[in-house]
């Protein structure tokens, strides 16, 4: 991608996050105050200190006024971006590239999105007018299709797919049972999951993320300045943004097994960070579960299995909390829940928990010497995508 990177020249200094529950007593405008002021405290710094700020969000608000009115800002330069699922995570990106450029010297990204109580079941996404193409199938049933192609390329039976996508809901969810800002916090067997009824293809009720409100922030300064704001802050390695050409949705070739951007997204990225071995470099992942199926495959394109293979890892604990490589050791979509402007930097909050030594004593990674967290953000369907990818690590160098 020709990408010169970024890597240890911006430093996450504080974050905030609320948890992503049905928030019926609070609005966009509480969410968004609840986790600025998480952040600021962390960072110990004032809003008037940040020079700029970036707003994530799909369908919650319209401008830098969406978050200029609540926080009562004064002379500020707010901007509103939006990128699918991966809202959070642009949000995010932006604002580590304008500390990056010299153009500020600290800025904020914030993520939010509040959906619950607007009477539908998600995101009522305005129709965009078109040529008559476009698939209209429910995101269920596009994601639906990757487990039988999955299954036929790797000769993985129906029953042996179901046991792999109820083991990563189960281990998903037993890591959100242990997080007090998840929506979903019990333990769920994965003989129960597997008797769920069935919403789209194999996937069942328990095969699909949450839709919850949530609000996430994060505070980035250059490098140099982190010890400024705090004496554990998280550098940034990479952070590496894929738009799909919508290829996938035409080729007759494509088959589900794969999301092509995001094995680019993995590649840039992993050069920006020197990084040549995921699986013995990376100490923890999050990554963007929006049905378990995606979940399987993001295995191989991250290059934490070799193609084909997943599945067997999934079944061996490779990705478990105790792990060879924890994935989603806050619960991810499908526990955390899923307010879709939010969940990028939700992501990163878990590794700035994890990788400060912050994260509950019942579900912290390992502590193997690695130093380094992905999270990995996805928007769109097979076929047709945004990927993000940011590497983080707790040392320079």
């Not at 509480?30 to 969000?57: H, M, N, P, R």
């Amino acid at each position: 991608m020709g990408s010169h990177g970024i890597k240890d020249r911006v430093a996450i200094v504080g974050m905030g996050c609320t948890s992503f529950v049905e928030h019926w007593d609070k609005g966009t405008d509480d969410l968004l105050i609840d986790a600025t002021s998480e952040a600021f405290a962390s960072a110990g710094v004032t809003k008037d200190q940040v020079d700029a700020y970036w707003l994530g969000t799909a369908q919650s608000g319209m401008s830098g006024m969406t978050l200029a009115k609540p926080l009562q800002l004064q002379g500020k330069p707010v901007t509103r971006v939006e990128n699918m699922c991966a809202t959070g995570s642009e949000a995010l990106r932006q604002a580590a590239y304008a500390v990056a450029s010299g153009a500020y010297d600290i800025a904020m990204a914030v993520g939010v999105e509040k959906v619950k109580d607007g009477g539908f079941q998600g995101l009522n996404a305005f129709p965009i007018p078109g040529d008559g193409t476009a698939r209209t199938l429910t995101a269920a049933a596009m994601f639906s299709m990757v487990a039988p192609a999955y299954g036929h390329k790797y000769g993985v039976s129906e029953s042996e797919m179901r046991d792999v996508l109820s083991h990563i809901a189960s281990k998903n969810h037993f890591n959100g049972a242990r997080n007090p800002r998840a929506q979903f916090r019990k333990e769920i067997a994965a003989e129960k999951i597997s008797a769920m009824p069935k919403l789209a293809g194999q996937l069942g009720v328990f095969d699909c993320a949450g839709v919850a409100d949530g609000a996430a922030a994060a505070i980035v300064c250059r490098a140099e300045d982190a010890h400024l704001y705090t004496d554990k802050p998280l550098y940034i390695k990479a952070l590496s943004m894929v738009a799909g050409n919508g290829s996938g949705v035409i080729d007759p070739e494509y088959d589900y097994t794969t999301f092509w951007e995001i094995a680019a997204c993995a590649e840039d990225a992993y050069q920006q960070a020197g990084v040549t071995d995921p699986r013995e470099q990376i100490a923890m992942a999050e990554v963007h579960d929006c049905f378990t199926p995606t979940e399987l495959v993001l295995m191989e394109d991250l290059q934490f299995a070799d193609r084909g293979t997943a599945w067997k890892e999934v079944m061996a604990g490779a990705f478990d909390l105790d792990g060879r490589l924890p994935v989603n050791p806050d619960g991810g979509l499908k526990s955390f829940g899923h307010p879709v402007g939010a969940s990028g930097l939700r992501m990163m909050f878990e590794a700035w928990l994890q990788m400060r030594g912050e994260a509950p004593d019942d579900r912290r990674i390992p502590a193997d010497g690695r130093k380094l967290a992905l999270t990995h953000n996805l928007g769109g369907y097979p076929g047709e995508m945004v990927s993000f990818i940011s590497i983080l690590g707790n040392e320079l160098g």
